[in-house]
């Protein structure tokens, strides 16, 4: 299933398929980009990052996919397990600061 | 052990009051940050602290205010509070300041402040 994390949309996935969770992105000069996964009652935790000059990261189960042209960034999940359902948030970096942004994001849902 | 902490993790206070909330870590960052979650989960930095140092405020208004005694630490003052303040403020912290160029930022668990 797919769906474009802009208003904190609900995707549901059946327990070991893949998810694909989107984020359109907002500033065409951020050089890199982090996803975040926020379980209930907990602050967000790093999940994988991927910079501006790359179009692809694989970690353990994920797949980080950055299409510049577009400004949209995508987070995979293989073989969705129960404990991946939480929020997941895309953020960009940009600026002499490094500032982080974070997108609206995401609420996956796993039903077993 | 945990690696950021929040004190304290729930705050229920009357408008008007000044609450502080803090924050500690213990992985020897050098940068920590508080941001605001609110009930939409959008989440905003609001500061960024370097070696004590102010880097970034997030059009902040001025009855927040920020302190760092020491690099572990960053503790959050907000005087007057409004209900608009309600939300869950998160620490977090890096072990750099460029936040992009690879350094992960821990975030703590958050403070749920809720005001009446």
């Known amino acids: 299933g797919e769906s474009v994390g802009l208003h904190l949309p609900t995707l549901s996935v059946q327990e070991g398929d893949n998810s694909i969770i989107n984020c359109a992105y907002s500033?065409?000069?951020?050089?890199?980009f982090i996803w975040y996964k926020q379980e209930s009652g907990k602050g967000p935790q790093f999940i994988i990052d991927?910079?501006?000059?790359?179009d692809k990261r694989q970690g353990q189960r994920v797949t980080v996919l950055l299409n510049k042209t577009v400004k949209h960034l995508s987070l995979q999940i293989a073989a969705t397990q129960p404990g991946d359902s939480a929020v997941y948030f895309c953020?960009?970096?940009?600026?002499?600061?490094?500032?982080?942004?974070f997108g609206t994001g995401t609420k996956l849902q796993v039903i077993p | 052990d945990t690696a950021v902490s929040q004190t304290p993790k729930y705050l229920v206070t009357q408008m008007g009051n000044d609450k502080s909330i803090k924050c500690e870590q213990n992985?020897?960052?050098?940068?920590m940050y508080w941001y605001k979650q609110d009930s939409k989960k959008f989440l905003k930095i609001m500061f960024s602290?370097?070696?004590?140092?102010?880097?970034i405020n997030e059009t902040v208004p001025n009855r927040f205010s920020p302190k760092s005694p020491d690099k572990a630490h960053l503790n959050l003052h907000i005087n007057s509070l409004e209900l608009g303040d309600s939300a869950v403020y998160f620490c977090?912290?890096?072990?750099?300041?460029?936040?992009?160029?690879?350094?992960?930022?821990?975030f703590g668990p958050g403070t749920r402040l809720l005001v009446l």
């Open positions: 992985l020897g960052h050098d940068t």
């Open positions: 500033n065409s000069a951020s050089d890199y």
């Open positions: 602290y370097n070696n004590k140092e102010l880097i």
């Open positions: 991927i910079r501006s000059n790359m």
């Open positions: 977090a912290s890096s072990k750099r300041y460029h936040g992009g160029s690879g350094e992960t930022q821990y």
């Open positions: 953020a960009e970096v940009s600026g002499g600061y490094q500032k982080v942004t």
